[in-house]
Structure formats: C-alpha cells, structure tokens
C-alpha cells in the first residue's frame, strides 16, 4: 500500500538525505556516476523522483551509473515506488554498470526479484555485508579506472 508522505530533503558533503517520518534515505556519491543509497523503514514512493534525478544527471553528462543499494534495515517498500524504479531501469539499462543490493528483508527481496524479472538481471543481491562492501568497492575501483583512461 502506498503511502501519503511528506518528504524532508536536506543535502549532506556527499549527497543528500529524504526522510518521511521515520522512514529514510539516504545516497550518497561515492564516484562520478556511483550512488550508494541506504534505506531503513519504508522506501516512499517520493524517494523515486530525488534520486532518479541525480542518475539523470550523470546519464545527461555520458556516464554509466552504477547504483549500489544497502536495504539491510528497509522493511517494506511502497509500490509506486517499485513501479517507477522498474520503469527507469528498463528505460536506462544500456547505461547501467551495476547494481549491487545488500537484502535481509523477505519483502524487499520479493520486490527486488520482480524488478529484476522486468530488467533483465540488472540487479545483484548479497546477503552478507562484506560481499556486498566488496561489490560497492568494485564498482568505485571500476570507474575510477575508467576515468583515468580516458584523461590519459
């Protein structure tokens, strides 16, 4: 069921922070075109349109992104927020490097496997923090390389 939110919005040195009552998001950029996002409680639907914005962005400039997601404290998640998320990376999979998810929650694991059905396996899921903290350095170490090859 979705819900009704009011999302507060502040920037923090590396991204920013959405929250909805007690339910939070935060992405941060880790490397140009690498997003780390990290919910606890709810993923509200308004989470969607932030976030997809910065990925534009970085899209808009010719990069590939990488989106690296730690939903280890996420419990539930609105639909529309699922259904906009599935719409996007259908639309943007050609540019997408990675995406790492770290899941503990049945639920959220649900709802990751239907988005990934829709996306062609863009996602790939860790239960353990370490695996998951080595896929996210990965993805950073990746695109730092390209960077340097293309500024030489």
């Given at each position: 069921?979705?819900?009704?939110?009011?999302?507060d919005a502040s920037e923090v040195a590396d991204g920013f922070l959405l929250e909805a009552g007690n339910d939070r998001m935060s992405v941060r950029v880790l490397?140009?075109?690498v997003v780390r996002a990290s919910v606890r409680g709810n993923a509200a639907a308004d989470f969607f349109e932030p976030t997809a914005a910065l990925l534009d962005h970085y899209l808009a400039e010719g990069l590939s992104v990488?989106?690296?997601v730690d939903t280890e404290r996420m419990n539930s998640y609105d639909t529309l927020f699922r259904e906009r998320w599935s719409h996007w990376l259908q639309h943007n999979r050609e540019n997408i490097s990675g995406m790492p998810f770290l899941v503990r929650s049945g639920i959220v694991r649900l709802g990751i496997n239907m988005v990934n059905s829709l996306t062609g396996g863009l996602i790939t899921t860790h239960?353990?923090?370490t695996s998951f903290e080595?896929?996210?350095a990965a993805e950073v170490s990746r695109e730092r390389d390209r960077l340097q090859a293309?500024?030489?």
């Open positions: 069921m979705d819900r009704i939110s009011t999302v490397a140009p075109g990488a989106i690296c239960a353990d923090r080595a896929a996210v293309t500024a030489v």
